[in-house]
C-alpha cells in the first residue's frame, strides 16, 4: 500500500508539473500573438482590440497587457494605444544591425549590378521588417526608411517570404502566385504596393531559421527596361546567401 500510495503521489506531482507547463507555454503563446497584433498595427490598438483580436476575455486581455509594459515588452500612449517596448526593440534592434553588418556586403553587390535601390528585410510578426537598405544613385528612386515594416500580400520581398512558409500560412487567393514564386524563386510587386513603383525579390532561410529577403524596387517604367538584369543580380545574391 505504501508503494501504491507513494506512486500515485508521484504519478500526481508529474501531472502537476505537466498542466503548469501548459500553462506557460499557453502565456507565452498569447504574449506572442499580442506582440504581433501590435506589431501590424503600432499605436493604433487599444485593449479592447488586441483582447478582440486574439478572442480573450477582457481581464485576461489586461493582465496580458500589463505584464508586456511591466517588462518593457510593449508600452502604451496617454491613449491606451500600444506600440513595441523599448526593451524588446533594443533586442529586435541589436539583432537587425547583426544580420544588416552581416549580410551588407551582398545587397553592395546587387546594388552595383542593377544601379536600383536595394533593400534587406527580415520576417517579423507577420511583416517584413526593413533593416538595411543602399539608395540608388538616380534622381527619380524608390526609397524606404529603414525600421519600416511592409506587408506580405503585396510587396515583393512579403511574397518571396511567403513562398518559404508552410501552405497553410498561404492566403487562399495568393496560392497560385505563391506557386509561381515557388518555382521561380522570385516574387514580384508590380504597382501594388505603391502606385508607379515596381519590385522584384528574393528570400532565403538562414542556417538559423530566419527568413530574410532581398528586394530592388524602382519606378516602373526603368524597372520594366531593367527586369532582366535586376532578377539576374538577384538570384545570384540568393545562390550566395543559401
Given at each position: 500500500?505504501?508503494?501504491?500510495?507513494?506512486n500515485r503521489?508521484?504519478?500526481?506531482?508529474?501531472?502537476h508539473?505537466s498542466?503548469?507547463?501548459?500553462?506557460?507555454?499557453?502565456?507565452?503563446?498569447?504574449?506572442?500573438?499580442?506582440l504581433d497584433?501590435?506589431?501590424t498595427?503600432?499605436?493604433?490598438l487599444?485593449?479592447v482590440d488586441?483582447g478582440?483580436?486574439?478572442g480573450?476575455a477582457?481581464?485576461?486581455?489586461?493582465?496580458?497587457?500589463?505584464?508586456?509594459v511591466?517588462?518593457?515588452?510593449?508600452a502604451?500612449?496617454e491613449?491606451?494605444r500600444y506600440?513595441?517596448?523599448?526593451?524588446l526593440?533594443?533586442?529586435a534592434?541589436?539583432?537587425?544591425?547583426h544580420?544588416?553588418?552581416?549580410?551588407h556586403?551582398?545587397?553592395?553587390?546587387?546594388?552595383?549590378?542593377t544601379g536600383e535601390t536595394?533593400?534587406?528585410?527580415?520576417?517579423r510578426?507577420?511583416?517584413?521588417w526593413f533593416i538595411d537598405?543602399?539608395?540608388?544613385?538616380?534622381?527619380?528612386?524608390?526609397?524606404?526608411?529603414?525600421?519600416e515594416?511592409?506587408?506580405?500580400r503585396d510587396?515583393?520581398?512579403?511574397?518571396?517570404?511567403?513562398?518559404?512558409?508552410?501552405?497553410?500560412?498561404?492566403p487562399?487567393?495568393m496560392r497560385?502566385e505563391?506557386?509561381e514564386?515557388?518555382r521561380?524563386?522570385?516574387?514580384?510587386?508590380?504597382d501594388?504596393?505603391t502606385?508607379?513603383?515596381?519590385?522584384?525579390?528574393?528570400a532565403?532561410r538562414?542556417?538559423?531559421g530566419?527568413?530574410?529577403?532581398i528586394s530592388?524596387p524602382a519606378p516602373?517604367?526603368r524597372?520594366?527596361?531593367r527586369?532582366?538584369?535586376i532578377?539576374?543580380?538577384l538570384?545570384s545574391a540568393?545562390?550566395?546567401?543559401s
Amino acid at each position: 500500500m505504501g508503494t501504491a500510495d507513494g506512486n500515485r503521489q508521484i504519478d500526481g506531482s508529474d501531472n502537476h508539473s505537466s498542466d503548469t507547463r501548459d500553462d506557460g507555454l499557453q502565456v507565452l503563446r498569447r504574449a506572442a500573438a499580442a506582440l504581433d497584433e501590435i506589431a501590424t498595427a503600432p499605436g493604433r490598438l487599444r485593449l479592447v482590440d488586441v483582447g478582440a483580436n486574439l478572442g480573450l476575455a477582457k481581464s485576461t486581455a489586461r493582465r496580458l497587457l500589463v505584464a508586456l509594459v511591466d517588462v518593457g515588452f510593449a508600452a502604451a500612449d496617454e491613449g491606451g494605444r500600444y506600440r513595441l517596448g523599448d526593451r524588446l526593440l533594443g533586442l529586435a534592434g541589436a539583432d537587425g544591425t547583426h544580420l544588416a553588418a552581416r549580410l551588407h556586403p551582398v545587397i553592395e553587390r546587387v546594388a552595383l549590378a542593377t544601379g536600383e535601390t536595394v533593400d534587406l528585410s527580415v520576417l517579423r510578426g507577420g511583416q517584413m521588417w526593413f533593416i538595411d537598405q543602399i539608395e540608388s544613385a538616380h534622381r527619380l528612386r524608390a526609397v524606404s526608411a529603414v525600421g519600416e515594416r511592409f506587408p506580405l500580400r503585396d510587396t515583393a520581398n512579403g511574397k518571396a517570404a511567403l513562398a518559404l512558409l508552410d501552405d497553410t500560412e498561404i492566403p487562399d487567393v495568393m496560392r497560385a502566385e505563391i506557386a509561381e514564386v515557388r518555382r521561380s524563386g522570385i516574387g514580384y510587386d508590380r504597382d501594388e504596393h505603391t502606385a508607379g513603383i515596381s519590385a522584384a525579390g528574393v528570400a532565403v532561410r538562414l542556417g538559423d531559421g530566419q527568413i530574410v529577403a532581398i528586394s530592388v524596387p524602382a519606378p516602373t517604367d526603368r524597372f520594366a527596361a531593367r527586369e532582366s538584369v535586376i532578377v539576374d543580380a538577384l538570384r545570384s545574391a540568393a545562390k550566395e546567401l543559401s
